[in-house]
């Protein structure tokens, strides 16, 4: 835990909040808050402009034009919360967006988790990623085994400091084919407050462990060449080949090659977790999916 700790005090190592009425745009693309003239992070400018009704690309023409300011006349007269680190702002929000902040995974959901500590030790909690667009805090459990499946759990506490995402509590299983994932609860950040409680959940998933595994391993799929392009909306280009290859005809997968590409620590957090949730509810209910051996959906 003390490890955990102090990466966490070094990620808010310059991190400042203000909350002002006020906002001036700077003729190339600023933010002056406070007498004090900030850059934009990415996801600061796509929030600003979300608020002022413009793309980014117009913003940028704007800026190198040096009439940015324009933006300001157009902004909502709102109270806005204005996260900063250092000479940079990492998210503009509006004070509606109630302050979950990563360290409030550790200081209020974590001991508030009622799961059976037979099967996680909250003792060595760690951070998998640690950015201000996510932050995924996991507990790896004990080997277990439910009607002779072996698994092994871990439970992940995933939360946003931009306003990106909400706080999520999920059960990862690690099965012999590979992982899925399931969201046991989610809380926005407009609605803070609500008591987490996962034992419910928990001992549904658990319960379907045999059948993830049975069917990790039987389950197979076709998919026609036009329908790839639903995966590559979701998940981009690579991640479809990895999935479905490069070929322009009917391919044919089993789940469990899906669940290898899915469980590839290569993968990007947020979209590792994405598809081994997506693999999850497949698994789960295959008929919502699946039609005569073609994947006619996809969750």
Known sequence: ???????????????????????????????EVDSVVYELSPRAKSQLCSHAGCTGRFFDLLSDKGLASVVSQVLPSVEWLVRTRNTTVRALLTTRYKVFDHRDLLEVALPALDVSRAMFNFSTPYWV??????????VKGEPDAFKDVQFLPFLLLLNSETGVGAITVGLRLRLSTGSVFMRLQRITHLS????ISVNDALADMLELAPLLERRSKELTMRLRPIDRRFFVVKYGKAITEQLW??????????????????????LEVKTRLQLQEDLFKLLAVPERYIRDGWLIAWP
């Open 1 to 31: 835990m003390k490890e955990v700790r102090e990466r966490l005090e070094e990620f808010y190592v310059g991190c400042k909040d203000f909350v002002t009425e006020e906002l001036r745009v700077t003729d190339d693309g600023g933010l």
């Open 192 to 195: 803070k407050g609500r008591q």
């Open 245 to 266: 290859g490069t070929f322009d005809t009917v391919v044919t997968r089993e789940a469990s090659e899906l669940l290898r590409v899915a469980s590839d620590d290569r």
């Open 129 to 138: 990623t640690l950015t201000d667009d996510l932050a995924v805090l996991e």
